[in-house]
C-alpha cells in the first residue's frame, strides 16, 4: 500500500467540487461527490434516536440497497430537528442535485451539518445546487474544495487518498472527513465520504464497512456526545478493472486493510482536530480475553474526563486510567494490569501487576508535555488488542462549548 | 415526616466523633460512627473493577450478612491500587478498632477516600483510631465532628436527618456523605453513611436500599467516573423500639419514602457540590414507557459534557439535551418530546412535539442565570418519570482535575 498525496477525485471515474452557497457568512457550505457509474454503497448512520432529516432520507435509500451516484452536503446548518419541513427540503435537495445531473433522486444521498433546529435556507442551497453541480471536475483543486465544503468548526481539511495492487491493477481508495466535536452554536457532526474505484462484491462491502466502523470512528471520541447526523458513506465504482473481490479472493485482504487504514487514518485526523484539544491521545490496549473488552476498555479510557483533564495538565495520573478501566464493563484482573505511557521522549511504566511504580516525574513531565501520547495498557488476560483515539480535555473545550451564546 | 436540624448520632444508640490524625497537614481525617447495639446492614459498594482494598473487605462482610457496629474512615488517602498491603491496612484498621472498643473485627467497616496509589500512613492512623474511639458522643458537636472527618474537596459538609412515626414510636433517620467530584490529587469518592433506630427485617432493609440507590446516587453524575471507593453503608439499630416492620407492614411505605428522602437528599447535595461547578442541574423525565427508560434518558442528559458546558454558559440549547436523549438507548419518538427549563425566575418551553419553538432569548437568559435548573422532559410515552441530579462543566473543572500536580 502507498499512500498519494491526493484527494477524493484520485480513484477513477470520480469528481467533486466546493463552493459558497451563502448559508455561512463567506466560507464555503456546499460539496459535491459524483462518480461516472453507479456505485455499491457502504455506509453508517449515527445511531442517535433523533436523526437529522437528511439521514433518514439516506437511510431509506441505503434499505432499499440502491446505487448511488452522487453524495452532496451542506454545511452550517444541520437540517435537524426541523420536523416535517426538514424532511420536503432534504428531498428538494436531492431531487434539484438529480435534475441538475440528469440523474434520479433516488441515486444521491444528502448531508447536512451545522446548527440544529433552524430550517434550511432553501433557496440560497436551490441556487447553489445548481451552480455546484456545474463544477465539478477531477482535479485537486475540485476535491480540495469539496473537501472544504463539508467543514464548520474544523480547523483543517481531512483528507487521504491510498493505492493498492490488486490483480496487476491500481486500485485506490480515498476520503474527506470533518471533525466530530460538538461545535457552536449547536452541535455538529461526524461525517466521513470515502470513494473507491475498486470492483467489489455489494454485500462484501456492506459487510467491511460494518467491521471497520468498530475499529475507526466508533473507537474515536471527542466528547462522548453521538450527533444526530454522524455518517460515514462509501461508493465503490468498480472502475479499477480488477476481477470482482469476493470473501474467499486472495487479494481481498489486500483490499480489506487498505479501506481499515483510510478509515481509522481519518479517525485519527479528527480526533487531533477535537475542540480545543492540545493533545491526541491513542489508547492501546493489549492481551485482552475478547475483542469486546478490548474496545470497551480502550473506549472507557478514552472517554473520562477525569483522564482527558489529567493529560491537559500533563499529569502522569496512572489512577484515572485504572478507575475508568474498572467502570468499562470489560473483564479483566486489576492485579495484572502494566500501564505504560509513550510520547516521542521515550516511555515510563507507572502500574505494574497492583502495585503502584516509583517513577521519575522529570522524565514522566518531560514525557507528558508532548503533543501525541500513547497510554499503553497489558491486560494478561488473552490475545486480543484495540485502539482508541482521542483529545485532552481543556478550558478551551469549556469556553467553545459554553460560550457561544453569551 | 418532618426534618430535623440534627447530625447522624440522632437516631437512638448511636454515637460519632471525628478527629484529625495527620493524614491531612491540617484538617480532620479520622470519622467513626458507632452503634450502641449490633445493626442490620444494607450497603452497595462501586461496580468499578478497580476496588479499593476497604470496600473488598467490606463486601466479605456484607455478603456473610454480618451485623456491624461501627463504620471508621480515613479521608485523605484511598487505599485503593495499594495491592496486598492496602488489604493488610484495611484489616488492621478493623482489628485496631475493635480492639479499641471490646468489639470483633467482623463488626466494623472500614472506609477510606483519598488519593490512590499511596500506602496508607499506619502509625498515624493507628493512633488515630486509638484516640478518636476515646472521643465518641451522642451530641451534635460529635456527629457534626464525624461528617467533617470523611471530607476532602468538599465545600461543605453533608448532612440531613427526618422523623417519621411508626407504630406511635418517633423514627430516626440520619446521613452523613461526601462528594462525587473526582478529586485532587487523584480521584476519591462517593461515601454516604445512613443510621436509623428502625426496627426493620434485615432482608427488607437490604432490599429498601437496592431499590433506593437506583433513584439517588445512580442517578447522580458529577462527572461521569464511578469511583473505586464508591460506598453507601445504612446501620438500622431497632431501638427505636417499633414492631419489626416487614414487606406487608401497613406502615412500611412511610419508612420506604422517609429511607429515599434522605437518600435522594443527600444523592443532590453531593451534586450541589460538584468539582468546580456554577449550577446545580435536575433532569426530571416524565411520560415514560418504562422506568428504566426514564431512568437511561435522565441519566444521559445529565451526564452530556455538552449539555454541562451549555447550561454553564447560560445558553438555552435544547438541542444538546435532545441529542443526549438520543443515544440513551431508551424507546421514545423525538416527535412528541416537549423539553421545558425552569428556575425560580419561571420557565420556558423550547422544544414541542418536533419542533423548536421561537423564545424570548432574554427570558430564557434570566432563568437559566439561577444557580439551580430543572430539565423537565415530557414523552408522551406512558406513565414512568425519574429524575437525575448534577451539575455543569466549567472551567474551574478543568482547572481542578488538570492542574494540580503542575
Same mark, same amino acid.
Given at each position: 500500500m502507498i499512500i498519494l498525496n491526493k484527494g477524493i477525485t484520485a480513484p477513477k471515474g470520480f469528481k467533486a467540487a466546493g463552493i459558497a452557497c451563502g448559508i455561512k457568512a463567506k466560507k464555503k457550505d456546499l460539496s459535491l461527490i459524483v462518480s461516472d457509474v453507479p456505485c455499491h454503497t457502504a455506509a453508517a448512520f449515527t445511531t442517535n434516536k433523533v436523526k437529522a432529516a437528511p439521514v433518514q432520507y439516506n437511510e431509506a435509500l441505503y434499505e432499499k440497497e440502491q446505487k448511488i451516484r452522487c453524495i452532496l452536503t451542506n454545511s452550517g446548518n444541520a437540517n435537524a430537528c426541523t420536523g416535517e419541513q426538514g424532511k420536503t427540503?432534504?428531498?428538494?435537495?436531492?431531487?434539484?442535485?438529480?435534475?441538475?445531473?440528469?440523474?434520479?433522486?433516488?441515486?444521491?444521498?444528502?448531508?447536512?451539518?451545522?446548527?440544529?433546529?433552524?430550517?434550511?435556507?432553501?433557496?440560497?442551497?436551490?441556487?447553489?445546487?445548481?451552480?455546484?453541480?456545474?463544477?465539478?471536475?477531477?482535479?485537486?483543486?475540485?476535491?480540495?474544495?469539496?473537501?472544504?465544503?463539508?467543514?464548520?468548526?474544523?480547523?483543517?481539511?481531512?483528507?487521504?487518498?491510498?493505492?493498492?495492487?490488486?490483480?496487476?491493477?491500481?486500485?485506490?481508495?480515498?476520503?474527506?472527513?470533518?471533525?466530530?466535536?460538538?461545535?457552536?452554536?449547536?452541535?455538529?457532526?461526524?461525517?466521513?465520504?470515502?470513494?473507491?474505484?475498486?470492483?467489489?462484491?455489494?454485500?462484501?462491502?456492506?459487510?467491511?464497512?460494518?467491521?471497520?466502523?468498530?475499529?475507526?470512528?466508533?473507537?474515536?471520541?471527542?466528547?462522548?456526545?453521538?450527533?444526530?447526523?454522524?455518517?460515514?458513506?462509501?461508493?465503490?465504482?468498480?472502475?479499477?478493472?480488477?476481477?470482482?473481490?469476493?470473501?474467499?479472493?486472495?487479494?481481498?485482504?489486500?483490499? &480489506?486493510? *487498505?479501506?481499515? $487504514?483510510? !478509515?481509522?487514518? #481519518?479517525?485519527?485526523?479528527?480526533? @487531533?482536530?477535537? &475542540?480545543? *484539544?492540545?493533545? $491526541?491521545? !491513542?489508547?492501546? #490496549?493489549?492481551?485482552?480475553?475478547? @475483542?469486546?473488552?478490548?474496545? *470497551?476498555?480502550?473506549?472507557?479510557?478514552?472517554?473520562?474526563?477525569?483522564?482527558?483533564?489529567?493529560?491537559?495538565?500533563?499529569?502522569?495520573?496512572?489512577?484515572?486510567?485504572l478507575c475508568a478501566m474498572g467502570y468499562a464493563g470489560a473483564d479483566f484482573d486489576p492485579d495484572k494490569v502494566v500501564l505504560t505511557f509513550e510520547s516521542e521522549k521515550g516511555s515510563i511504566t507507572l502500574y505494574e501487576k497492583g502495585v503502584p511504580i516509583a517513577f521519575d516525574e522529570a522524565k514522566a513531565l518531560e514525557i507528558l508535555k508532548e503533543k501525541e501520547i500513547v497510554i499503553h495498557i497489558r491486560l494478561g488476560e488473552g490475545p486480543y488488542s484495540a485502539e482508541s483515539f482521542g483529545c485532552d480535555l481543556s478550558y478551551e473545550y469549556v469556553k467553545i462549548n459554553g460560550e457561544y451564546r453569551s
Open positions: 427540503d432534504a428531498y428538494a435537495m436531492a431531487q434539484k442535485t438529480a435534475e441538475s445531473l440528469g440523474l434520479s433522486a433516488e441515486e444521491i444521498m444528502i448531508n447536512s451539518t451545522g446548527v440544529i433546529g433552524v430550517p434550511l435556507p432553501m433557496e440560497k442551497v436551490l441556487l447553489g445546487i445548481n451552480e455546484i453541480t456545474k463544477q465539478i471536475g477531477d482535479d485537486e483543486i475540485s476535491a480540495a474544495n469539496a473537501a472544504e465544503g463539508i467543514m464548520t468548526t474544523d480547523t483543517f481539511a481531512k483528507t487521504v487518498c491510498v493505492e493498492v495492487i490488486i490483480d496487476t491493477k491500481p486500485v485506490r481508495i480515498a476520503a474527506i472527513a470533518k471533525g466530530s466535536g460538538m461545535i457552536h452554536p449547536n452541535m455538529a457532526t461526524m461525517l466521513s465520504f470515502i470513494t473507491t474505484d475498486v470492483n467489489i462484491d455489494a454485500a462484501l462491502f456492506r459487510s467491511l464497512m460494518s467491521e471497520t466502523v468498530k475499529d475507526s470512528y466508533n473507537m474515536l471520541s471527542v466528547d462522548g456526545d453521538t450527533s444526530t447526523n454522524d455518517t460515514v458513506i462509501a461508493l465503490a465504482n468498480g472502475l479499477a478493472g480488477n476481477e470482482m473481490l469476493q470473501l474467499e479472493s486472495a487479494e481481498f485482504p489486500i483490499f &480489506e486493510k *487498505a479501506f481499515q $487504514f483510510v !478509515n481509522q487514518h #481519518v479517525a485519527k485526523l479528527i480526533a @487531533k482536530d477535537g &475542540e480545543g *484539544a492540545t493533545k $491526541f491521545l !491513542n489508547v492501546k #490496549v493489549y492481551e485482552a480475553k475478547t @475483542k469486546e473488552d478490548a474496545r *470497551a476498555l480502550a473506549l472507557s479510557v478514552i472517554k473520562s474526563s477525569l483522564v482527558k483533564t489529567a493529560f491537559f495538565g500533563e499529569d502522569a495520573n496512572w489512577g484515572r486510567v
